[in-house]
């Protein structure tokens, strides 16, 4: 059973920064892409960053040249790096490791 445990949510007034870590108790993590989604109140989770094996990144618009994602396969761990933060950015953010593996969540609020 594959368990990813995030950490690093929280609230921050907007402008601010916060990064999210995820830790995968797997050793295939290495190979396998990961992502961060996110979830507003009353809205579906949408995708926010993705990662593969390699390193290469794709994000969605709405955080491009804001959030950044990356890894260290050594600690098996994925980080959001997300700065300017707005308070459409609040959301519950969850880590997802392929093929279907999902963390916990973590709350993420940012105050005007």
């Known amino acids: 059973q594959v368990q990813l445990v995030e950490s690093g949510g929280g609230l921050v007034q907007a402008g601010g920064s916060l990064r999210l870590s995820c830790t995968a108790s797997t050793r295939t993590f290495s190979i396998n892409a990961m992502a961060w989604y996110r979830q507003a109140p009353g809205k579906q989770r949408e995708l926010v960053a993705v990662?593969?094996?390699?390193?290469?990144?794709n994000y969605a618009d709405s955080v491009k040249g804001r959030f950044t994602i990356s890894r260290d396969n050594g600690k098996n761990t994925v980080y959001l790096q997300m700065s300017s933060l707005k308070p459409e950015d609040t959301a519950v953010y969850y880590c997802w490791l392929r093929p279907d593996y999902w963390g916990q969540g973590t709350q993420v609020t940012v105050s005007s």
């Open positions: 990662i593969s094996g390699g390193g290469s990144t």
